[in-house]
């Protein structure tokens, strides 16, 4: 069970695993999630499933190696199997007819969006993509996203590939043109924030997925509290997917930040010899906002 059966390298530091994992891929719908455990006893780490293949029974998982468990996770070989995968998880996105969807990803959210954008577009929806990353060695899925988008867009940072700038340059000038029925953004926090600020100056409905630190996935920790309209939520079992217009950006913000400063805190204490287990430092960042 749970056999990798393909392995690719995407971009710079992003690999794709198709895993053999026949409930999830016969259950699991576009916005959903799994929760993965490389090896026994290792983190375990949320991964949206990007997409199925029903004849083979896979779920295809992409993410970037960042931490020890991504790394590990990257290092698997073909037709080793991973420890344990639960899901699928979270709740499916929805989808509906809004005419013009606009899908803008940045980095990994590209993995994200993916399955949501092709929902939209089964739905007989028309598909605007836009695509930016720092770099062109960053940017992933571009051949993916072009089948699935009516027109497609794509920005780097430094301008080494296509239109030099950020996402949301682009999302002006077709709000400015086209009659947009939902604008669907995933990626980088500001960026989220921003395109949602730029939705509510016209009007357009706007949703994003949002990817808290998860520790059991399953509603039970607290980890993932997001506020939603002025209410402390849970993104695990009632995300990832959220209006735009409710999220409070700024204290999801002052959540993550805390996250990397524990992270910060373990990586200088593994440098001088004191281990640190991942759970004290998850412990921490729980009671810094436990009953907030
Ligand atoms: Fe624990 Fe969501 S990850 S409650």
Redesign the pocket.
């Known amino acids: 069970m749970f056999e990798i059966l393909n392995k690719q390298i995407l971009a710079e530091d992003v690999k794709r695993v198709d895993i053999y994992a026949p409930q999830i891929a016969r259950k699991v719908r576009p916005g959903q999630f799994v929760s993965i455990c490389p090896e026994e006893g290792d983190e375990r780490i ?1 991964l949206t499933v990007v997409e199925t293949d029903e004849g083979r029974s896979t779920i295809a998982l992409i993410f970037q190696e960042k931490g020890d468990t991504t790394g590990k996770l990257g290092s698997l070989p073909i037709h080793e199997s991973v420890f344990s995968i639960l899901g699928p998880l979270g709740q499916p996105a929805k989808i509906e007819k809004c005419g013009l969807v606009v899908c803008i990803a940045t980095g990994v959210g590209s993995a994200q969006m993916l399955p949501i954008a092709r929902a939209y577009r089964k739905e007989g929806n028309k598909i605007i993509g836009i695509i930016g990353a720092k770099t062109k060695l960053e940017l992933m899925l571009e051949a993916q996203m072009r089948i699935v988008s009516n027109k497609i867009f794509i920005t780097t940072n430094d301008g080494s590939y296509e239109r030099r700038g950020v996402v949301t340059d682009v999302l002006k000038e077709i709000i400015a043109k086209e009659k947009v029925g939902l604008i669907y953004a995933i990626g980088a926090i500001d960026m989220m924030q921003e395109v949602v600020a730029i939705a509510k100056q016209k009007n357009i409905p706007a949703k994003v997925q949002l990817n ?14 997001v506020k939603i309209a002025g209410e402390l939520i ?4 009632d995300g990832p997917e959220f209006d735009g217009h409710k999220v409070d950006f700024e204290d999801f913000k002052v959540r993550m930040n805390a996250l990397k400063e524990s992270d910060k805190c373990r990586s200088h204490k593994l440098q001088h010899n004191k281990p640190t287990e991942g759970s004290t430092i998850l412990t921490k960042f729980l009671s810094v906002f436990r009953g907030k």
């Open positions: 949320p808290p630190v998860m520790v059991d996935c399953m509603g039970m920790c607290g980890a993932c509290r849970l993104a695990c079992t």
